[in-house]
C-alpha cells in the first residue's frame, strides 16, 4: 500500500473519534452559565450514555482499522480505558469550568455508553462477516 494511501486510510480510522473527543472537550468548557440546560432528572446520564456510546463507536471503527497488530489484539481492554480516562479527563476539566461541576455518576454514564455500543459495533461486524461466509 502507498504511504498517502496508508495516511489517508488511518485519517479516516482516527479523525471522527479524535474530532469527537475535541469537541466534547470544547463543550466542556462552556460555562455553566451559558450552558444552562434544564433537562428532567436523569435525562443527562441518558445524554452522556448515548454521546459517549457513539465516541466508543467511532474508538472501535477507528481500531478496527488500523493495521496495528497490537492494537487489533488488545482494543477490547485499550477502547474502556482510553474512556475511562477521557471520562474522568471531561469530568475533571468540568471542575475548572465557572459554574460547572463533575458527577461520577456522568463519568458511569460515558463509560457504560462507550462499552455498550463498543460490543454492539463488535457483533454487528461479526454477523455481517459470518453472514458474507
Known sequence: MSNSLSHLK??????????MMALLTLQSSISGDVLSVNLIHGLDKVVHFFIFGVLGWLL???????????????SVWIIPLIIAF???????????????????TDWLS????????????????????SASV
Open 10 to 19: 488511518m485519517i479516516n480510522a482516527h479523525l471522527p473519534w479524535l474530532l
Open 60 to 74: 472501535t471503527r477507528g481500531f478496527d482499522k488500523t493495521e496495528n497488530i497490537f492494537i487489533n489484539r488488545n
Open 86 to 104: 477521557f471520562g474522568a479527563f471531561d469530568e475533571y476539566h468540568q471542575t475548572l469550568t465557572p459554574g460547572r461541576f463533575a458527577d461520577i
Open 110 to 129: 460515558d463509560f457504560s455508553g462507550a462499552v455498550l455500543f463498543m460490543i454492539i459495533y463488535r457483533q454487528k461486524k461479526k454477523s455481517l462477516s
